[in-house]
T-cell receptor, first 112, second 115 residues
């Protein structure tokens, strides 16, 4: 069945450091891929998405590229801020139902 | 605020009791999803509705769980005879098919604690 695997956290970085959170997926067909973010005490928010191979999603300085050949959708940011501290979830969606299948989440902690 | 709302935000109950949660989606959104999230895990799909029709239920949804969306607007999720293993955050999301790749918008969740 469809599944998402993402790197375990926590990821601890200093402000302005480069961020990579790895995400790989297993799916039949061609799912859409997403990164969601959950800030402390808040609900899930869509951070970015890509709907087909080689698409790059981007938002708030974060980027991820849909790599079909490596079945990956790694999240990157060139310079993290303390305010980026949150839990990040990689997810894919089934094209028929749009139900989301999430990874286990990666906690990011950014220190000044 | 026109986002997805969920009530109650927190529920503490004793094992064996029944609980009901409510989700109000974004108006005009025709799809509504329920997910469950346990500590340290990502959300897991439970069920979804298109308008008032329940189109899919996960194997996670035992016979003690029932969900309804009677008029295609708000939805309720009921858990009968709660067990400690039901303790989790229950998330609701809604989407509008055909718009922006059916992006799902999530509510704040209902945190259930079964004692």
């Amino acid at each position: 069945g469809n599944s998402v695997t993402q790197m375990e956290g926590p990821v601890t970085l200093s402000e302005e450091a480069f961020l990579t959170i790895n995400c790989t997926y297993t799916a039949t067909g061609y799912p859409s891929l997403f990164w969601y973010v959950q800030y402390p005490g808040e609900g899930l928010q869509l951070l970015l998405k890509a709907t087909k191979a080689d698409d790059k999603g981007s938002n708030k300085g974060f980027e991820a590229t849909y790599r079909k050949e490596t079945t990956s959708f790694h999240l990157e940011k060139g310079s993290v801020q303390v305010s980026d501290s949150a839990v990040y979830f990689c997810a894919l969606s089934d094209h028929n139902t749009d139900k989301l299948i999430f990874g286990t989440g990666t906690r990011l902690q950014v220190f000044p | 605020d026109t986002g997805v709302s969920q009530n109650p935000r927190h529920k503490i109950t004793k094992r064996g009791q029944n609980v009901t949660f409510r989700c109000d989606p974004i108006s005009e959104h025709n799809r509504l999803y329920w997910y469950r999230q346990t500590l340290g895990q990502g959300p897991e799909f439970l069920t979804y509705f298109q308008n008032e029709a329940q189109l899919e239920k996960s194997r996670l949804l035992s016979d003690r769980f029932s969900a309804e969306r009677p008029k295609g607007s708000f939805s309720t999720l009921e858990i009968q005879r709660t067990e400690q293993g039901d303790s989790a955050m229950y998330l609701c999301a809604s989407s509008l098919t055909g718009v922006n790749y059916n992006e799902q918008f999530f509510g704040p969740g209902t945190r259930l604690t079964v004692l």
